[in-house]
């Protein structure tokens, strides 16, 4: 019992992790294609346009690029 448990923990965790990273590749992705095509590039230079990089910076967006990022 005690080695099921274990075996489904790891199971449980690697899933977790592969997730995660996962969607950390879609982020990633998502952030070149917006550098990449010039209509989605002039939404998300807002998000570039602050002189003083700083932690606002980070959620800095325009307001269709959030939902384009949403759906």
Request: no cysteine.
């Given at each position: 019992?005690?080695?099921?448990?274990?075996?489904?923990?790891?199971?449980?965790?690697?899933?977790?992790?592969?997730?995660?990273v996962?969607?950390?590749?879609?982020?990633?992705?998502q952030?070149?294609?917006?550098?990449?095509?010039?209509?989605?590039?002039?939404?998300?230079?807002?998000?570039?346009?602050d002189?003083?990089?700083?932690?606002?910076?980070?959620?800095?967006?325009?307001?269709?690029?959030?939902?384009?990022?949403?759906?």
């Amino acid at each position: 019992m005690a080695g099921s448990v274990q075996l489904r923990d790891a199971a449980l965790l690697a899933a977790i992790l592969l997730g995660v990273v996962l969607l950390d590749l879609a982020i990633y992705f998502q952030h070149v294609l917006f550098h990449a095509v010039p209509v989605l590039w002039r939404l998300h230079r807002v998000h570039h346009a602050d002189e003083d990089y700083d932690v606002t910076t980070g959620l800095r967006f325009h307001p269709v690029e959030i939902l384009l990022s949403l759906a």
